[in-house]
């Protein structure tokens, strides 16, 4: 954003000014990248199955025990040892390998 200011304002602005603005704009760009470079490099990146756990899922196929769920558009196999009919809302509290461990939303 800062180089294409820079650019506009070497057009725009009479020789000196111009050269000046973009050189100004360049410094600042470069500083805006090491900035959000630092700020994202910090970010854990979060995957994976385990990321799942504590979220609500719509059961689709009652679980009793075992059924599926639908979260965040995917289908996945569910067991709720305490059973819960389709259409219920239920949260997920673990898993094992492909299925999720849920139990019904307090």
């Known amino acids: 954003m800062f180089l294409l200011l820079g650019i506009v304002l070497l057009i725009v602005l009479p020789s000196p000014a111009g050269l000046v603005a973009l050189a100004v704009c360049l410094v600042l760009g470069v500083g805006e990248v090491t900035f959000w470079r630092?700020?994202?490099s910090?970010?854990?990146?979060?995957t994976g199955a385990d990321t799942l756990i504590g979220r609500e899922a719509r059961v689709i196929e009652?679980?009793?025990p075992m059924g599926q769920v639908t979260l965040e558009g995917e289908i996945w196999a569910a067991r709720c040892?305490?059973?819960a009919d389709a259409?219920?809302?239920?949260?997920?509290?673990?898993?094992d390998r492909l299925v999720l461990r849920v139990e019904p939303k307090a």
Do not use: F, N
């Open 38 to 40: 630092r700020r994202v």
């Open 62 to 64: 009652a679980c009793r």
């Open 87 to 95: 259409g219920e809302t239920v949260t997920v509290v673990g898993r």
């Open 42 to 46: 910090r970010l854990r990146v979060q």
């Open 81 to 83: 040892d305490t059973g």
